[in-house]
């Protein structure tokens, strides 16, 4: 049990193993933890639990802690299992013990589960009483990221227990955000909001202005993912506005896959021009055959322009590049340019193809895109180098 504040513990799982989260999903490659809180007032609160593989270490633990019978109240923040994973272990000691949820958590617990358990729907503004004048207040987070997400706030201690929101996929030995390496911890944020929470930032600058509008103090944001928030908690918060406003910084990224490498040398001497374009400009070239593709989500958010690069097979695209671009349209980007390029022998269909996915991703077309037939020579070169530059001058 570690300490967080006053009668507020962590009792949760660093999985320091973790390589790969959702099935093979997302790419976890400083592992992650699972926060699971217990809060000891007149009445002991288990906030959340870890994931299924953990469940029986995890109860053992808490065990060895306290008695399990004196768990007054469970509260489940969200149903999917890397949280609610070790609640048929436990319940298996406290069958009785009342859970709290929001009303979609009802479905998602009973979907995965399938027990009669005593399931207590709250809903924003509800508060349950845990002695010593302290009370948990519930607030709904409904799609962040799924529809029975939830969090709840202590007051006395001022502590937000946000859930995925604001986590990251980080394993510490060190809980706090003030003692982990800084560079590290906002990697692994930016990453966690790109993959998970970019589809619904229209809900995430809204929820966070309802929150803030509460005028609750939060001294200390405790997420279900990675470190807890002390050290100036609100610097997530304000990360969060940020990322969630159409997110761009000053960057281009060429995303391709290659054959017989004349679409790398295009994406090479097209990034070339973009530099001509705009000297100022970050450029990154990602083959995306070769590079994780979680990253690569990254890269695209933080960039304002994207360029995809394929060369024809079977009239379509390389699938390294069919992979990507499902992905990217299933992330909703907003406030993105592209344009596509790529090489082809006969009939030469990737460009058209990587334009029309692109489009229907949301992304902005800047120009019409650029075939090459066989391999570039020199000419052809030279016309990369011009597609770059155009581009980049285009998106400045
Ligand atoms: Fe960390 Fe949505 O579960």
């Known amino acids: 049990m570690i300490p ?38 007149e009445k002991t609160v288990l906030i959340d639990t870890v994931w299924k593989p953990f469940a029986r270490e995890y109860v053992e633990k808490l065990r060895r802690e306290i008695d399990l019978e004196e768990i007054d109240f469970i509260i489940i923040n969200h149903g999917e299992i890397d949280h609610s994973g070790a609640l048929p272990e436990l319940m298996e000691h406290i069958p009785n013990t009342p859970i709290y949820c929001s009303e979609n958590a009802v479905q998602s617990i009973k979907g995965h589960y399938h027990k009669e358990w005593d399931l207590n729907v709250v ?3 509800d508060k349950l009483e845990i002695g010593n004048g302290k009370e948990l207040v519930f607030v709904e987070m409904k799609l962040l990221h799924w529809p029975d997400s939830m969090a709840c706030y202590l007051t006395g201690d001022n502590i937000l227990f946000s859930n995925d929101a604001f986590g990251q996929h980080y394993a510490s030995e060190n809980l706090y955000n003030d003692l982990v390496d800084q560079c590290e911890l906002f990697e692994e944020a930016i990453k966690y909001y790109a993959n998970i929470l970019t589809p619904f930032s229209p809900l995430v600058d809204k929820k966070i202005k309802e929150i803030l509008a509460l005028e609750l103090p939060i001294d200390i944001i405790a997420p279900s993912h990675g470190v807890i928030w002390r050290d ?23 995303l391709y896959d290659t054959m017989w490498e004349g679409t790398r040398i295009m994406a090479e001497n097209i990034a070339g021009g973009i530099k001509q374009g705009d000297p100022e400009v970050e450029i990154k070239l990602f083959n995306t055959a070769k590079t994780d593709k979680n990253d690569i989500l990254t890269e695209v958010f933080r960039s304002k322009a994207v360029l995809f690069g394929s060369p024809t097979i079977n009239r379509s695209i390389l699938m390294s590049m069919a992979a990507i671009m499902d992905g990217i349209e299933g992330l909703k980007f907003k406030g993105k340019k592209a344009a596509s390029f790529g090489c082809y022998g006969w009939s030469g269909e990737a460009v058209g193809k990587l334009n029309e996915m692109a489009m229907k991703a949301g992304f902005e077309l800047v120009e019409d895109g650029l075939k090459n037939k066989w391999m570039p020579d020199r000419k052809n070169i030279e016309e990369c180098i011009g597609f770059g530059e155009r581009i980049g001058k285009k998106t400045k």
């Open 123 to 125: 809903k924003t503004g």
């Open 232 to 254: 100036n908690p609100i610097q997530i918060v304000e990360k969060y506005q940020k990322w969630a406003a159409n997110y761009r910084e000053n960057q281009i990224t060429l």
């Open 4 to 41: 967080v504040k006053n009668n507020v513990f962590w009792v949760g799982k660093t999985d320091w193993e973790l390589r790969r989260f959702h099935g093979d999903e997302y790419s976890t490659h400083r592992g992650t933890t699972y926060n699971s809180y217990l809060i000891k007032e």
